[in-house]
C-alpha cells in the first residue's frame, strides 16, 4: 500500500513509458507534415472527437471505479479479520473455564489463540499463493505445521483445527453450550472472510473492462493530434502529449489496483496487518517475543 503523498515518477514511468514515447514520436511527425509539409488534410474536425472523449472518460470512471471497490473491499475485510482475530483471542482467554491443576487445560486454551495467528499468515499466504509452511514452522512448530501438508486449502484447515480444539474444550467441561456459540460464531466470521478474499482472489474484473479501455485509450491517443494540429500547429506535441499522459495514467492505475492480493506496493498491506494481529495476540497470552513491526519503506508498505 501507498502511504506517501506522492508516486514517484519512476514508479509510474515503466509502466507507460512505452506507449507514451510512440504517441510523442506521432504527435511531432502530425506537427512537423502540417506546419513544414503543408499536409493540411491531416486535420480532424474536433468536435465528434471531443464527444468520444467524454464518453470515453465516463467508461474509463466506471471501471476505476470497479477496481477501487475491489481493493477498498479486500481492505475493509482485513479489516474485519483484525477486529475478528481480537474477538475470538479474548473469548478463548476469558470464556474458557480453566482449572489450575490441569494445565492441559489451559495449554489447549492458548493454543486456540495461537492457531488464530497461524491462520492470519495462512490467510496471507494462500491468497498471494505463497508456501506458507515456513513461516507456519515458526508459530506453530515443526510437528502441528507438518500435520497440515496435506490440505489444499491450510487457512480452512486451521479453522476446522480450531473448532476441534473448542468441541475437545466442551467435553472437558471448560464450556457450556451458549459459550460454544459464541466462539463457533467467530470461527464463521473467520469462514466468510476467507471465502470473500478468495472470491475476489479468484474472479477478476470482467475483461472487456481490462482490454477494451486500453484499445479505446490508445484509439483516441492517436486521433488527439489530428484534432489539435490546425489550432496549435507546432506546440501539439505538448498538449497531446498530456492528454495522452492523463489517460493512460488512468488506465493504468486502474489496472494496478483491481488485484488487490497480487503482493505489489499497490495491494492490501497483508504482511504488516498480519504481523501486527500477531503481536497484538501475543501480548494478550503474555507472550512479548521479540518481533519486529512491519515499517513502511520509502512511504510503501506490504
Known amino acids: 500500500m501507498i502511504l506517501r503523498d506522492s508516486i514517484p515518477l519512476q514508479r509510474l514511468w515503466p509502466r507507460t513509458y512505452k506507449r507514451l514515447l510512440v504517441l510523442v514520436a506521432f504527435d511531432c511527425a502530425v506537427a512537423?507534415?502540417?506546419?513544414?509539409?503543408?499536409?493540411?488534410?491531416?486535420?480532424?474536425?474536433?468536435?465528434?472527437?471531443?464527444?468520444?472523449?467524454?464518453?470515453?472518460?465516463i467508461f474509463l470512471a466506471f471501471r476505476a471505479n470497479a477496481a477501487y471497490g475491489r481493493w477498498w473491499e479486500a481492505r475493509q475485510l482485513w479489516g474485519q479479520l483484525v477486529n475478528t482475530s481480537r474477538a475470538l483471542s479474548r473469548q478463548a482467554l476469558t470464556a474458557l473455564d480453566v482449572d489450575d491443576s490441569k494445565p492441559q487445560q489451559a495449554a489447549l486454551r492458548n493454543d486456540i489463540v495461537?492457531?488464530?495467528?497461524?491462520?492470519?499468515?495462512a490467510l496471507r499466504c494462500h491468497l498471494r499463493k505463497q508456501n506458507p509452511f515456513p513461516e507456519l514452522a515458526g508459530v506453530l512448530g515443526r510437528?502441528?505445521?507438518?500435520?497440515?501438508?496435506?490440505?489444499?486449502?491450510?487457512?480452512?484447515?486451521?479453522?476446522?483445527?480450531?473448532?476441534e480444539q473448542l468441541q475437545q474444550a466442551r467435553e472437558l467441561g471448560m464450556l457450556d453450550s451458549l459459550r460454544w456459540s459464541a466462539l463457533d460464531t467467530s470461527l464463521t466470521t473467520l469462514a466468510n472472510i476467507q471465502g470473500s478474499c478468495e472470491r475476489i482472489k479468484n474472479t477478476p474484473l470482467?475483461?472487456?473492462?481490462?482490454?477494451?479501455?486500453?484499445?479505446?485509450?490508445?484509439?483516441?491517443?492517436?486521433?488527439?493530434?489530428?484534432?489539435?494540429?490546425?489550432?496549435?500547429?507546432?506546440f501539439t506535441p505538448v498538449a497531446s502529449a498530456l492528454i495522452s499522459f492523463t489517460?493512460?495514467?488512468?488506465?493504468?492505475?486502474?489496472?494496478?489496483?483491481?488485484?488487490?492480493?497480487?503482493?505489489?506496493?499497490?495491494?492490501?498491506?497483508?504482511?504488516?496487518?498480519?504481523?501486527?494481529?500477531?503481536?497484538?495476540?501475543?501480548?494478550?497470552?503474555?507472550?512479548?517475543?521479540?518481533?519486529?513491526?512491519?515499517?513502511?519503506?520509502?512511504?510503501f508498505v506490504y
Open 143 to 163: 510437528a502441528q505445521t507438518d500435520a497440515l501438508r496435506g490440505y489444499g486449502n491450510v487457512p480452512n484447515a486451521l479453522t476446522l483445527r480450531m473448532a
Open 114 to 121: 495461537v492457531h488464530q495467528i497461524a491462520f492470519v499468515h
Open 206 to 234: 470482467p475483461r472487456q473492462f481490462s482490454s477494451l479501455p486500453r484499445v479505446l485509450v490508445d484509439a483516441y491517443c492517436w486521433l488527439v493530434p489530428l484534432a489539435l494540429v490546425s489550432g496549435l500547429g507546432i
Open 32 to 57: 512537423a507534415l502540417y506546419v513544414f509539409g503543408d499536409w493540411h488534410w491531416l486535420s480532424l474536425d474536433a468536435l465528434p472527437l471531443g464527444t468520444l472523449g467524454s464518453a470515453l472518460t
Open 247 to 299: 489517460l493512460i495514467a488512468i488506465d493504468t492505475a486502474s489496472g494496478a489496483i483491481e488485484d488487490p492480493f497480487e503482493n505489489t506496493v499497490n495491494d492490501t498491506p497483508m504482511t504488516a496487518l498480519s504481523r501486527g494481529i500477531e503481536l497484538t495476540l501475543r501480548e494478550m497470552l503474555d507472550q512479548r517475543k521479540a518481533l519486529p513491526e512491519v515499517r513502511a519503506i520509502d512511504g
